[in-house]
């Protein structure tokens, strides 16, 4: 299961907007790979990031700083794919499950006005696994 990650809503970075990639690359019992969008479909590995999986969710665990993120307000789209056969964002419709479904994207804004989250406070994901997209978390 990939996530892709907009970190700064600007789809003219990264690969169709999306600047990192987690899980691309096979993971390990407990982590997993975290990329970054050098140009397009090119990715360079940035790092791991700790997941676990619990019944029939997944976490994700990723530092501010790993998505540019240090002392600023989250402002993201996200979006889960499983079993991508082609690099093309068409392959959303044509191959495996993709969280929302097509070229949509789940997006966290974080305000300071009920926020209380620390700054500095990892960001966790959480996802329902296939065909149980509506409690996906922030
Ligand atoms: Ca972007």
Redesign the pocket.
């Known amino acids: 299961m990939r996530l892709f990650i907009?970190?700064?809503?600007?789809?003219k970075?990264?690969w169709e907007?999306?600047?990192f990639v987690i899980n691309r690359v096979f993971p390990t019992e407990n982590k997993a790979v975290i990329e970054k969008s050098i140009s397009g479909w090119e990715w360079k590995n940035i790092g791991t990031v700790n997941y676990t999986v619990s019944g029939n969710e997944m976490m994700i665990s990723i530092s501010r700083g790993m998505l540019g993120l240090n002392d600023k307000l989250i402002d993201i789209e996200f979006k889960w794919n499983d079993n991508m056969q082609n690099e093309g964002v068409m392959d959303f419709y044509t191959n495996g499950d993709t969280a929302p479904i097509g070229r949509y994207a789940y997006r966290h804004t974080e305000t300071t006005e009920n926020d209380t989250t620390p700054v500095n406070e990892p960001v966790t994901v959480t996802q329902l696994k296939r065909n149980q997209y509506s409690k996906s978390v922030i």
Do not use: F, L, P
């Open positions: 907009n970190a700064d809503r600007v789809y970075t990264g907007g999306y600047d």
